[in-house]
């Protein structure tokens, strides 16, 4: 989540590093729900009655059950590219930490 680092409507914004973990979280998990709740083989294959029509049916059941995986695979690295937002943000606040304190403290320098 990214909100006015003033509390208003003005030209700084502020990253919440814990909502980024969060979604992170979140969506590692939704992932998994959401490929769960397709069987590992697919849906089931309708009859037709026909054997054409019944190949075309099965060719349509891969195509989705094909995009559904790819959704879910999606999902998962929509939340490894949130937890690398989260890290970045979180080692940039630690090293901006360090020079601040290196500036109030030279003396301090490690």
């Known amino acids: 989540m990214v909100i006015p ?19 992170s979280t ?6 998994t729900t959401f ?6 083989d697919g ?6 009655g026909d054997g054409a029509f019944d190949g075309a049916l099965k060719a349509v059941v891969q195509m ?4 559904h995986l790819q959704a879910a695979g999606v999902i998962l690295n929509d939340s ?3 937890k690398s937002a989260h890290d970045n943000y979180a080692k940039t606040e630690e090293s901006l930490t360090q020079l601040c304190n290196q ?3 030279p003396d301090k320098i490690k």
Request: aromatic fraction near 4%.
């Open 5 to 23: 680092a003033d509390g208003g409507g003005g030209d700084g914004f502020q990253v919440v590093i814990s909502d980024l973990a969060s979604a």
């Open 26 to 31: 979140t969506f590692a998990t939704e992932s």
């Open 35 to 40: 490929k769960g709740i397709m069987p590992a």
């Open 43 to 48: 849906p089931p294959q309708p009859d037709g």
């Open 64 to 67: 989705i059950s094909a995009c």
């Open 80 to 82: 490894q590219k949130l």
């Open 103 to 105: 500036i109030i403290a």
